[in-house]
């Protein structure tokens, strides 16, 4: 079921979520591998690179009014051992390389 979940998201995603995607995609961002809306403990997160268990979230403003929500959320991956880093969509929009830039010093702590 999350499977299916995801492929559908992977077909519909967002402008940010399809821009970061094309930073990321192909080991763009460093060399590191990333996988797009990947099922993850009854969950599905926008970007994951299972090696070094970090975990990007793109957030659109839905998600200003459902923070609880998504602080357990990242509760419960976080205790499973990932990092997770949040990005508003307007964000990415509109500054890429500074977020992008956030990434990279992810990657760095979490190597």
Known sequence: MADGRAR???QRMTDAEKLMWGRLRNRRLTGVKFKRQQPLFGYI???ITPDLKLVIEIDGGQHAERGDRDARRTAKIEESGYHVIRFWNHDVLGNIDGVLQAVIQEL????
């Not at 760095?108 to 190597?111: E, F, P, T, V």
């Open 8 to 10: 559908a998201l992977r």
């Open 45 to 47: 997160v926008d970007f």
């Open 108 to 111: 760095n702590i979490s190597r």
